[in-house]
């Protein structure tokens, strides 16, 4: 797939998630990045599952796509006057496991 399919395929997911579950821009931007984690982490936990148990590879393929969508979710209904200005660059390391010591 190239990555214009793989967006559009994104983009489906995310507008299913607003229209048949209800998650709009209103419900999202009330998870804190601690639910989003969490969120994360069941949809990667899905995933997971997914690969571990099937030989099937479609029922892995759809968490990854519901994983892509719900992070696109939380970018979405992230409040930029919460984040500090330039938190998003290439040249700093969000994670402290890349952080190295002082």
Not at 78 to 92: E, K, L, M, T, V
Request: charged share 25%; glycine share 2%; hydrophobic share 35%.
């Amino acid at each position: 797939m190239t990555r214009k399919e793989v967006m559009a395929v994104i983009h489906d997911e995310r507008q299913y998630q607003i229209h048949q579950k209800g998650w709009t821009f209103e419900h999202d931007r009330d998870h804190s990045p601690k639910e989003w984690v969490a969120i994360f982490t069941h949809e990667l936990g899905c995933a997971a599952d997914s690969a571990l148990n099937n030989r099937d590879e479609k029922p892995w393929y759809r968490a990854v796509v519901k994983l892509a969508a719900v992070c696109v979710a939380a970018l979405e209904a992230s409040d930029d006057s919460r984040f500090p200005s330039g938190c998003y660059s290439r040249q700093i390391a969000t994670c402290s496991m890349l952080t190295p010591d002082p």
